[in-house]
Structures are given as C-alpha cells and as structure tokens.
C-alpha cells in the first residue's frame, strides 16, 4: 500500500530542512522584575548597555540576553565577583532557529557558593559565527565550545585546540544540528560508508589511544582462540 502524499511530503520537508522565514524569533517571555533574580540588579548596574532582556522561563529559570561585545566581560564579572561567584558553567550551545535567522549561543551557570543559577545568552548572525572563547574562565568550557564549533559551526576565537570532537575530523558535510542540514546528510549511506571503511585510525589517535586499542584487539584475539580450542 502506498503512503499517503502528506506523509511524503511530510518526509521530503524534514529531508531538505529549515524552510526560509522573514523574522528572526523574539526573546520568549515578558520582561521579568529585576529583583526577581539577586544577579540581575547588579549586571544591570554594571553592564546597563549590555543587557536586553532578562525573562522567566519555566517557571524558575532566569535567562539574561546580553550583547556579543560585552557577554565576556559579563561572564568573567559574573565569575570574579565574590557576591556572584559563578564558578561552574555547566553547559555551553547554541540553538539554531532556522530560516537564516541568528543562532543563539547558550551559557549555563550555576554558582555553587551561593546555590544559584543563571542562563545568558546571545545571538550570533549566520554570516559572523564567531565569538571568543571562555576556556580560559571556565576548564569546562574547552570541550563544550568544540562540541559547538563542530554542530553548528561557530568559532571560538583564542580556544586552544579549535577541531571537531564528534564528527571525524575530515568530515566534510557541514555541521550536523544546523536547521539546513538535511535529515539524511549531504552524501548518500553508500558513500558515508566508503568514507568510513577509508578512514586512517592512526592518523587520528595518539599513540598511546593506539595503544589501548591493540591491547583490547590482542584480548580479544586471545579470548577467540580459547574459545575455539574448547
């Protein structure tokens, strides 16, 4: 029995991606009170050019938008300042809204001494994906800005070791959570497995990672062969 022509369809839109769309979304949620936060107050305070909005999300969740130029000022304050004291980032992405409009990139925080946490954000436009690197704020932020750079393909200017961390560092199709990305990827599953079957382990593992790997192969060799002899 054949699909229905609004499943195919269904199908083709995820296959091609994002369609384009002419507004870029608003910061969602009204603007929140800013003593509803202990740390808003104070950036509003300090950095009054650089926040555009702070807004309540889920109930409990408080999201500072901040403006590229100023968002590592602001996050090195937030970290350096004792009544603030944000000393973990407990997470770093980004959000593409598709249909050419700006992706946001995500900071999450969470200040450990005064058991409090706050998001910031900021949008980058899709022909200016750059921003600098807080790896040297945060230690976490060294793989999460890779992590990233590799999905969405935003670079992190002054980041010490910039490369793919979960595509293979010659994969060549773009960046996987990016809303043009087609569903399927940008080559056929034939060729994907080509390219997989051609990749050179030893040219993207350091020698003591090899090393690891023959020793499992040789266990594994050597459990076989008991095996076979019972």
């Not at 969602?28 to 300090?46: F, I, K, N």
């Not at 968002?71 to 090195?76: A, P, T």
């Not at 999905?151 to 990016?178: C, K, Q, S, W």
């Amino acid at each position: 029995m054949s699909e229905p022509k609004e499943f195919r369809d269904a199908l083709d839109d995820l296959a091609a991606g994002a369609a384009a769309e002419a507004e870029a979304p608003a910061d969602q949620g009204a603007e929140a009170a800013a003593d509803t936060h202990p740390s808003v107050p104070a950036l509003r305070g300090r950095f009054a050019d650089a926040i555009l909005h702070h807004t309540i999300m889920a109930g409990d969740e408080h999201v500072v938008r901040v403006t590229r130029e100023r968002l590592v000022d602001v996050i090195s304050w937030l970290h350096s300042e004792p009544d603030q004291h944000y000393d973990l980032l407990q997470d770093l992405t980004a959000v593409d809204w598709g249909g050419g409009r700006p992706i946001d990139i995500v900071y999450q925080l969470w200040s450990i001494p005064h058991r409090r946490a706050l998001r910031l954000k900021t949008a980058l436009p899709l022909d200016d994906l750059e921003m600098p690197t807080v790896s040297h704020i945060f230690a976490t932020a060294d793989w999460l800005e890779r992590e990233v750079f590799d999905l969405f393909g935003v670079r992190f200017t002054g980041h010490a070791d910039l490369r793919r961390i979960l595509m293979p560092d010659n994969y060549a199709e773009g960046h996987p959570l990016r809303k043009d990305f087609p569903l399927r990827g940008r080559v056929s599953r034939a060729e994907q497995t080509r390219r997989a079957l051609a990749f050179a382990v030893e040219e993207h593992y350091a020698p003591q990672e090899l090393s690891v790997i023959e020793e499992v192969e040789r266990h594994h060799r050597s459990r076989a062969a008991g095996e076979g002899e019972s």
